[in-house]
């Protein structure tokens, strides 16, 4: 009887230490090595990280800026990222197809310190070429970086989308606007709007007898497309010259000026008088695109080669060339 005790004895303790593992394993379960616990710790996102700017200073800048100041024509390129602009340089959207600009700081020209440093930016950006002294200035209120403004729409767009790591964004940008370039140039073809080899100018009027032709810059972006208009040769020139919009006197315009003439200006009611006055001189009339018909009159708003102005531009062109 006494064994029999003790054997029952060691049996209910063998089933309650068994319970008490299983229990245990259950509420805490198996204890983790320090690599273990090391990996599923989550470690803070960086606030920054380094870009190299178009000056090849490397500049540790804001992952999510939400205070930007732009410098230069370039607000079209940013709104497509849907990043914050708190101040710009005004001198560049007096006519654009951005009336929301009229809301924000202008900084002034040159750069105004004291009213960029009252913004608070998170990031500046340079399009204009600065001093040394004007950089050092700026880049004690915020990360500042330069940027080159001559690119194309496509590689500015990519050079953005870098800069505020959104490449992603960039690229589906850039495949989308290729496209809708390609099919809106194909149906001006198809349609017989221009032809296979047309030749176009963009001539921009500021008044005073001062005349400027579009090189590589403005509408002229959008226009010499690949499937699009060829510069004329003489445009062609200073394209090739790397000139913007040099300025040209009105008795040589005439050789500028290819099979289609685009005419832009940016003047009071005094500087259009003036213009109409010029429009009826032999000087004009004389032009062949003019005595064709192939000339029209193009709102100043689109004389900017931005990514946003430049899409929507690709919207315009049928109805700009069938007027």
Same mark, same amino acid.
């Given at each position: 009887?006494?064994?029999?005790?003790?054997?029952?004895?060691?049996?209910?303790?063998?089933?309650?230490?068994?319970?008490?593992?299983?229990?245990?394993?259950?509420?805490?379960?198996?204890? =983790?090595?320090?690599? !273990?616990?090391?990996?599923?710790?989550?470690?803070?996102? %960086?606030?920054?990280? /380094?870009? #190299?700017? @178009?000056?090849?200073?490397?500049?540790?800048?804001?992952?999510?800026?939400?205070?930007?100041?732009?410098?230069?024509?370039?607000?079209?390129?940013?709104?497509?990222?849907?990043?914050?602009?708190?101040?710009?340089?005004?001198?560049?959207?007096?006519? =654009?197809?951005?009336? !929301?600009?009229?809301?924000?700081?202008?900084?002034?020209? %040159?750069?105004?310190? /004291?009213? #960029?440093? @009252?913004?608070?930016?998170?990031?500046?950006?340079?399009?204009?070429?600065?001093?040394?002294?004007?950089?050092?200035?700026?880049?004690?209120?915020?990360?500042?970086?330069?940027?080159?403004?001559?690119?194309?729409?496509?590689?500015?767009?990519?050079?953005?989308?870098?800069?505020?790591?959104?490449?992603?964004?960039?690229?589906?940008?850039?495949?989308?606007? /290729?496209?809708?370039?390609?099919?809106?140039?194909?149906?001006?073809?198809?349609?017989?709007?221009?032809?296979?080899?047309?030749?176009?100018?963009?001539?921009?009027?500021?008044?005073?007898?001062?005349?400027?032709?579009?090189?590589?810059?403005?509408?002229?972006?959008?226009?010499?497309?690949?499937?699009?208009?060829?510069?004329?040769?003489?445009?062609?020139?200073?394209?090739?010259?790397?000139?913007?919009?040099?300025?040209?006197?009105?008795?040589?315009?005439?050789?500028?000026?290819?099979?289609?003439?685009?005419?832009?200006?940016?003047?009071?009611?005094?500087?259009?008088?003036?213009?109409?006055?010029?429009?009826?001189?032999?000087?004009?009339?004389?032009?062949?695109?003019?005595?064709?018909?192939?000339?029209?009159?193009?709102?100043?708003?689109?004389?900017?080669?931005?990514?946003?102005?430049?899409?929507?531009?690709?919207?315009?062109?049928?109805?700009?060339?069938?007027?």
């Amino acid at each position: 009887m006494t064994t029999a005790f003790l054997l029952l004895a060691l049996l209910l303790a063998a089933c309650n230490n068994i319970g008490a593992s299983d229990h245990s394993n259950e509420k805490v379960g198996s204890p =983790t090595t320090a690599s !273990e616990s090391k990996t599923k710790t989550t470690s803070p996102s %960086p606030s920054t990280r /380094e870009f #190299t700017d @178009s000056e090849g200073n490397q500049v540790q800048v804001p992952v999510n800026p939400q205070r930007i100041v732009l410098n230069s024509n370039r607000y079209g390129d940013l709104k497509i990222f849907d990043v914050p602009i708190v101040g710009l340089d005004k001198r560049y959207y007096d006519k =654009t197809i951005f009336p !929301e600009v009229e809301q924000l700081e202008d900084i002034g020209f %040159p750069i105004n310190l /004291e009213k #960029t440093l @009252s913004l608070t930016p998170d990031l500046i950006m340079l399009g204009d070429v600065m001093n040394d002294k004007e950089y050092d200035n700026l880049s004690k209120i915020a990360p500042t970086i330069t940027y080159d403004y001559t690119l194309s729409i496509a590689d500015t767009v990519r050079n953005f989308g870098k800069l505020l790591g959104k490449e992603q964004i960039a690229e589906s940008w850039i495949t989308s606007y /290729e496209q809708k370039a390609k099919n809106s140039w194909n149906k001006l073809r198809q349609d017989g709007v221009i032809g296979k080899s047309e030749t176009a100018t963009a001539l921009v009027f500021f008044g005073n007898k001062k005349w400027y032709v579009m090189g590589s810059a403005g509408i002229t972006s959008t226009l010499y497309h690949p499937l699009g208009f060829k510069p004329a040769p003489k445009v062609q020139e200073i394209i090739d010259a790397g000139q913007a919009y040099p300025e040209v006197s009105a008795e040589l315009l005439h050789e500028y000026v290819g099979d289609r003439l685009f005419v832009l200006t940016n003047v009071d009611k005094n500087g259009q008088a003036e213009l109409e006055t010029f429009m009826k001189s032999p000087i004009w009339t004389s032009i062949p695109a003019v005595k064709n018909g192939k000339m029209v009159k193009v709102d100043y708003k689109w004389n900017y080669d931005d990514a946003t102005t430049a899409n929507l531009l690709l919207d315009e062109l049928p109805n700009m060339l069938i007027k």
